[in-house]
């Protein structure tokens, strides 16, 4: 393997397909992302058969729209990078079977990429040097997880969610509020015109000293304080107008970011590390990014949050394949996709 020269890295873990061409000085010469959202929208979530048949779709011209971007050829490569895990198994396979079949029509070695992992290496190619040992957070539409990161490749899961994942509760309370998917997004511009105090809702499991965390029992809640309590249906309810949407949207934004930097407190004490990372498409949100750079602060922490063309799903993050690539671990064409998540 020549390492001075770039590799291709693919990605197809969810709702993106996504490649890009990255350096081993870690410089990003492509990234190109074609997302799914609108074949997504009407359902207020990923559909993983219509996400897999947009993969097959959509990957070979991604793959070269990224590589000319780059200007480069199979030739100018060292290596094929692929994420083989956590994530959709339909749409990890047709990422997967794409970097196999370029890595044995050009002789290249293949590097499997971990995703979550991946996501926390985002902020390692925005900040461009070395910010390893960390506590890390994933945020995103399938994860809420914390690590111990003594380096880019070993990471121990410390805490997740028991339940729904941050992203897909926003999902969830954007169809209620009848706001547009993505949820992150919408519910975010609805909350800039609500109070973030005018709904009392919970923050479940916030104050127990592990990092355990759950997002249904406040999805619930927002939803009978839309609609009611069958619990309570003598109890009146006001309308859902725009002004209630707004509150509503404020309200849920100020739980799950109470709940999320407070159990990131609770991380960096149990680890110890001076540096938090954060990646996922959560991390986009602004809410959630004041509330970690008053902790960090407060703490004095570095915080290094993904910038927000990497927070979502892209191939540049799988530039942690150079971190792989380093220690000699390649992986074998025949390996496999992982769906579940990987807590070695």
């Not at 990003?28 to 929208?41: K, R, Y």
């Not at 058969?49 to 097959?56: D, L, P």
């Not at 997004?185 to 909350?191: I, K, M, R």
């Not at 992986?331 to 807590?343: H, I, K, Q, S, Y």
Request: net charge negative.
């Amino acid at each position: 393997m020549d390492s001075s020269k770039p590799i291709l890295a693919i990605e197809s873990s969810c709702d993106e397909t996504a490649a890009a061409v990255i350096a081993a000085d870690r410089s990003v010469l492509s990234s190109v992302v074609s997302t799914q959202a609108a074949l997504h929208e009407r359902f207020g979530g990923v559909v993983p058969e219509i996400a897999s048949r947009a993969h097959v779709e959509r990957i070979l011209p991604v793959l070269k729209e990224a590589m000319d971007e780059a200007g480069v050829t199979g030739a100018d490569l060292s290596a094929i990078a692929v994420v083989t895990h956590p994530g959709l198994v339909g749409s990890l396979l047709v990422g997967v079977t794409a970097a196999k079949t370029l890595a044995a029509v050009w002789g290249l070695p293949l590097v499997a990429v971990d995703h979550l992992r991946a996501h926390l290496y985002a902020c390692r190619l925005a900040f461009g040097e070395d910010i390893f040992p960390a506590c890390g957070l994933v945020v995103s539409g399938g994860h809420t997880n914390w690590y111990d990161c003594p380096d880019p490749v070993r990471s121990k899961l410390i805490g997740s969610t028991i339940d729904d994942a941050a992203g897909e509760a926003f999902d969830k309370v954007a169809r209620l509020l009848g706001l547009p998917y993505p949820g992150g997004p919408s519910v975010q511009q609805a909350a800039m015109k609500g109070d973030p105090e005018a709904v009392p809702l919970p923050r479940p499991m916030m104050n127990r000293p592990d990092l355990a965390v759950s997002f249904s029992g406040l999805k619930t809640a927002v939803r009978y304080a839309a609609l009611g309590n069958p619990n309570s249906p003598e109890a009146p309810v006001p309308p859902l107008d725009e002004g209630r949407i707004a509150d509503l949207a404020a309200s849920f934004q100020a739980a799950a970011v109470d709940v999320i930097v407070g159990k990131c407190e609770v991380a960096l004490k149990q680890t110890g590390r001076p540096t938090l990372l954060v990646g996922g498409g959560v991390a986009a949100n602004r809410a959630l990014r004041e509330g970690l750079t008053e902790l960090c602060n407060r703490r004095q922490v570095r915080l290094c949050i993904a910038p927000m063309e990497y927070c979502v799903d892209n191939a540049a993050m799988a530039g942690l394949a150079w971190e792989i690539v380093e220690r000699g671990e390649f992986a074998p064409l025949d390996c496999d996709v992982t769906p579940g998540l990987v807590r070695a």
